[in-house]
């Protein structure tokens, strides 16, 4: 059983950063495709991000240029660093652990067999 829990969400203005921070209970999740995913009212759960076994990423197109996924073997820690944030950036954003390694599909949720509870993310014009 792998454990994840979000943290670093919160309030910012349109232009503004945030950090997430996702801390993973298993040490060798180094080994396991990981991802970020939002969800915002109304909407369906959608793909952010993602980093695989190898360390490459894949990102939304929304979120190319703008966000970094990136991990921390040392302290078993997924960040999403989000800058030039937009009020379309606006959700509930959650991290989430495939133990299968490989990036393929890595924006479909059912790829995905670990989820954190998720940290909420709010932007203003």
């Known amino acids: 059983q792998v454990q994840l829990v979000e943290s670093g969400g919160g309030s910012a203005q349109a232009g503004g950063s945030l950090r997430l921070s996702c801390a993973v209970s298993?040490?060798?999740?180094?080994?396991?495709?990981m991802g970020w995913f939002r969800q915002a009212p109304g909407k369906e759960r959608e793909g952010v991000a993602s980093i695989d076994s190898a360390g490459s990423t894949s990102y939304a197109d929304s979120a190319k240029g703008r966000f970094t996924i990136s991990r921390d073997s040392g302290t078993s820690t997924l960040y999403l660093q989000m800058n030039n944030l937009k009020p379309e950036d606006t959700a509930t954003y959650y991290c989430?652990?495939?133990?299968?390694?490989?990036?393929?599909?890595?924006?479909?949720?059912?790829?995905?067999?670990?989820w954190g509870q998720g940290t909420q993310v709010t932007v203003s014009a």
């Open positions: 298993k040490y060798t999740y180094v080994d396991y495709c």
């Open positions: 989430a652990a495939d133990p299968n390694g490989s990036p393929g599909l890595w924006w479909r949720t059912e790829k995905y067999q670990y």
